[in-house]
């Protein structure tokens, strides 16, 4: 085999989601692609969330912490990046919890251009401020919250020379698409159930779109229900109001006035799925039950549909979407939408009480003491 041969037949990777799924996103051959082979992020069934569903339910966790800057974000950032670069911006502009900002520097680096991310001051887990700065993000600390950090660069995007890669870009709400793609793709079918985060609701509202987008295709014959999962000290859309203050552990998601709040209410009842709460402790107690029961390590956000799932699956708890009323051998697909190693502080405290030990068996061997 000749080495031209070779590289002919290679299937096609590391080429991102808009090289995948091209035909379902708003680019062209005019678009220069900045990607960083985003996607293909894994689908892992979870037997032991699957044995606590019962009644031969299948769960799986599509895994977004593997995508390049480690959350779902990078989906959405390619698009959202390349259109501005063909637009011809000289610079893009975010709020951001955390996530979006990395994503956002990480694709403005890889396009050669400038990029302002503004955050609420000590607010953001310390993994995905790392990441702004290695990028090379100038990064703006605001004394506000995300919303008063998005209601700022709404008003920064109207002028010429920014283009807002939040999620009320529409670009980027095309690119998380992918995600309801790759699932289709990866099960032959959509799932029965979809349970993920609601923060600013981009997210939840992407995924809808894509599921309906690939039944307009023919891809899928049904489509799931979308059930949401906010922090209960940060629950706006469950509370059908403006949350002032929001605050909750999972910072990714500490938002109280959610841009795409009527989308993704709409999404929720067209598709006959709910919206629920979980508090800060459910959401640890998920996020360690995973990692020590499942070996993956996600970040508080990502951990509240985990917390949603087993709430759903106990009657006591009163959840808004009874998993009692699922029929059987319904499959349930949960997203977990950042890496554990972005946020780990939480984790970290547990390694405060790590006592030294002398360098021989005895004593290594004494201080194992299972
Ligand atoms: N999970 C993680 C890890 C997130 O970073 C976010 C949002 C969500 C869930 C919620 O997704 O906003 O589409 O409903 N993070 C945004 C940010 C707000 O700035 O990084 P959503």
Known sequence: MNEQHAVDVAPKRGRGVIDRYREFLPVSEATPIVSLGEGGTPLIFSPRLSAIVGRGCEVYLKYEGLNPTCSFK??????AVSKALERGVAALICASTGNTSASAAAYAARAGLRCAVVLPAGKIASGKLVQAFAYGAKVIAIEGNFDDALAIVRKLGERDDFAIVNSINPDRIA???????EIVDDLGRAPDLHLLPLGNAGNLTAHWAG????????????LPAMIGFQAA???????G??????????????IGNPASWQAANQAVANSKGAVDIVTDEEILAAQRWLATNEGIFVEPAS?????GLMKCCDPAYGPAYSFAQIREGSRIVCTVTGHGLKDPEIVAADSANLKTVSANEDAVLRAIDF
Request: hydrophobic residues 45%.
């Open 74 to 79: 990078d989906r959405g950032m390619t698009v």
């Open 175 to 181: 690119g998380q698409m992918s995600a309801a793609f």
């Open 211 to 222: 599921y309906r987008e690939y039944q307009r295709a023919g891809k899928s014959a049904t």
């Open 233 to 239: 000290g940060a629950a706006p859309i469950f509370h």
């Open 241 to 254: 109001r403006v949350v002032e203050n929001p605050e909750t552990i999972a910072s990714a998601i500490r």
């Open 303 to 307: 951990a509240a549909p985990i917390a």
